[in-house]
């Protein structure tokens, strides 16, 4: 069994770089307030802490 993570989108993407817009798109995430469970992996942690001003987690 392993852990799994809530991510939700809380911020608009308007007038982010680029390459956060790409790392939100690669989390599954596509318009304020929606939601993707994701495996807690070293890869998925370092990309929720490059746009952890947009998102919200929950274990």
Same mark, same amino acid.
């Not at 956060?20 to 802490?49: C, F, K, W, Y």
């Given at each position: 069994?392993?852990?799994?993570?809530?991510?939700? @989108?809380?911020?608009? @993407?308007?007038?982010?770089?680029?390459?956060?817009?790409?790392?939100?798109?690669?989390?599954? @995430?596509?318009?304020?307030?929606?939601?993707?469970?994701?495996?807690?992996?070293?890869?998925?942690?370092?990309?929720?802490?490059?746009?952890?001003?947009?998102?919200?987690?929950?274990?």
């Amino acid at each position: 069994m392993t852990k799994t993570l809530k991510v939700t @989108l809380v911020k608009g @993407l308007i007038g982010t770089r680029e390459s956060h817009r790409a790392t939100v798109r690669g989390l599954g @995430l596509r318009r304020v307030n929606s939601v993707s469970e994701l495996q807690d992996t070293p890869s998925v942690r370092g990309m929720i802490n490059k746009v952890s001003y947009l998102v919200k987690v929950v274990s």
